[in-house]
């Protein structure tokens, strides 16, 4: 039995399963900035990955991966539908989000989350060698870093939280608000987006636990009466910057950016929207937009062209499925009363694509649109910015995604605004060269240098210094 010293828990896994031709299975890795991230890290510390393969009811053994011992966790459809479709995506994530969509409380749904955690945690536990670090991941497994230091109070145990930790008149709304604080403060570390996600987060930890905190430590009581101090602090993800570098460099995804233009009919300017098909990235407010400037002749069709990618996503949540009703009847609609036989007004894609068909459609793109109405980072507009080698192009970007905490040189908006947004769309399209070019050179210059590695290397240090503490605390209490 492999015991690793680096154990990364996530909801996924970090591949995915794919069948060839012939009908063989095999794995792939995952396109995310997490993955590639990770890999160098677990490859030197001969690290395990626990996560979901993706698939209801498949069993599958550990396996060796890329350097990676990866560790299936098994999710039956029932659990599917109550710890990931309901209590994961239908209450954390509209109730992290600013209840943008309604949360929905079911006591079955929380039954199954507490169960499927305990599952993860016990994989995580049989991994782990003595003294190990473990890094769990994410909203879908709060309750991780307590059950794991109960059964192994050897561990260092990091969190990261890659969603908004919500105001707490908006926390104090979830039934089992108490539980949840308790179960991450298992945890040494705990990582958010922004500032502001850890300010709320400490926030709700003074109001239901009464615990003290003083700006990112926060006294948590051990169980024999002494205290000891949790990290709680904002470390801004990334993306792994050069790899959209290399891309944009490469002679035949310009050359198919090119090709991108001509094949929309050489509009004067392309406007990009990149998202997941989420409630929370504001593509209807951003449709909305675009649509009135149409119809107020501020723009028109031949010169203006919105490609708008909404890769599909947890399909079969309700609220996913009516806003995807939604937008493609605000689509057909704008199209229906704009299009011309040569030109469209917006080029709807349900779809995913590879990484290279991305950075062209960026490279083509004279202005990207990230209309968030609240994200915790949103890392296309990083995306856009790292393949922009060009220094042209221009971000448009909500004030409610992290990533406006890092990048003040963007266009910035309020997706409420409609007006505000249709004017900052006017100026994004009608923006002179040099000041694009200033604005771009600031926004890479930030991405450049806090790219993912940056932020695994920062997280993975103060995960160090807590062992080390941690370390010098036991050797206090055996002397004592
Ligand atoms: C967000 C979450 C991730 C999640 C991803 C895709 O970025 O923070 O934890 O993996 O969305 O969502 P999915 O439900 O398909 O995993």
């Not at 060839?20 to 991230?37: K, M």
């Not at 626990?50 to 999710?75: C, I, K, M, S």
């Not at 995506?89 to 209840?99: A, K, S």
């Not at 101090?229 to 993800?237: E, S, W």
Request: proline share 5%; hydrophobic share 45%; glycine share 6%.
């Amino acid at each position: 039995m492999t015991q690793a010293q680096l154990v990364v828990v996530a909801n996924r896994l970090p591949v995915d399963r794919v069948v060839d031709d012939s009908g063989e299975p095999s794995w792939r890795r995952s396109p995310g900035g997490l993955v590639t991230a990770l890999e160098p890290v677990m490859r030197r510390a001969d690290g395990a990955w626990v996560g979901w393969p993706g698939q209801a009811d498949v069993d599958v053994d550990p396996f060796e991966f890329e350097g990676t011992h990866l560790v299936p966790v098994r999710l039956s459809s029932d659990d599917v539908e109550k710890y990931y479709e309901g209590m994961s995506n239908d209450t954390f994530w509209p109730l992290y989000h600013d209840v943008i969509a309604e949360p929905r409380y079911r006591r079955v749904w929380w039954d199954a989350y507490v169960r499927v955690n305990r599952r993860f945690a016990e994989a995580a536990a049989a991994v782990a060698a003595d003294g190990a670090e473990v890094w769990v991941q994410d909203y879908q497994l709060q309750l991780v870093p307590r059950m794991l230091r109960e059964m192994r109070p050897d561990l260092t145990i990091g969190y990261f939280h890659h969603i908004p930790f919500p105001a707490y008149g908006l926390y104090s709304q979830l039934p089992w608000r108490r539980q949840v604080l308790d179960g991450l403060l298992g945890a040494d570390v705990i990582g958010f987006q922004r500032v502001a996600d850890a300010g709320n987060f400490a926030r709700a930890v003074r109001r239901v636990l009464r615990f003290d905190t003083r700006s990112t430590g926060i006294s948590v009581p051990n169980p024999d009466g002494t205290t000891r101090t949790a990290l709680a602090k904002a470390f801004p993800i990334s993306i792994d910057a050069a790899s959209y570098v290399e891309l944009a460099q490469r002679p035949d995804i310009q050359a198919r950016a090119a090709e991108i233009r001509r094949e929309l009919g050489n509009p004067r300017k392309i406007l990009l929207g990149v998202d997941r098909l989420d409630y929370t990235k504001g593509i209807r407010h951003r449709l909305k937009a675009f649509g009135e400037l149409l119809a107020d002749g501020r723009a028109n069709v031949e010169d203006v062209t919105l490609v708008q990618v909404a890769s599909p996503s947890r399909e079969r949540v309700q609220a996913y499925m009516q806003l995807r009703d939604e937008i493609e009847l605000t689509v057909g609609r704008i199209n229906g009363d704009r299009d011309t036989m040569g030109h469209t007004a917006i080029r709807y894609l349900h779809q995913a694509y590879p990484r290279e068909e991305m950075v062209a459609l960026f490279l083509a793109a004279d202005v990207m649109l990230v209309t968030a109405l609240r994200d915790g980072m949103n890392l296309v507009a990083k995306e856009y910015v790292a393949a922009r080698v060009d220094n042209r192009g221009v971000l448009v970007l909500s004030e409610f995604a992290g990533a406006a905490d890092e990048l003040p040189s963007a266009v910035r908006i309020n997706p409420h605004d409609i007006d505000g947004m249709k004017d900052a769309i006017m100026r994004a399209i009608e923006m002179p060269p040099a000041e694009q070019g200033r604005r771009m050179r600031a926004l890479r210059k930030r991405v450049m240098e806090h790219d993912v590695a940056r932020w695994s290397r920062s997280f993975l240090s103060a995960l160090d210094d807590a062992k080390a503490a941690k370390r010098r605390s036991d050797a206090r209490r055996a002397s004592a």
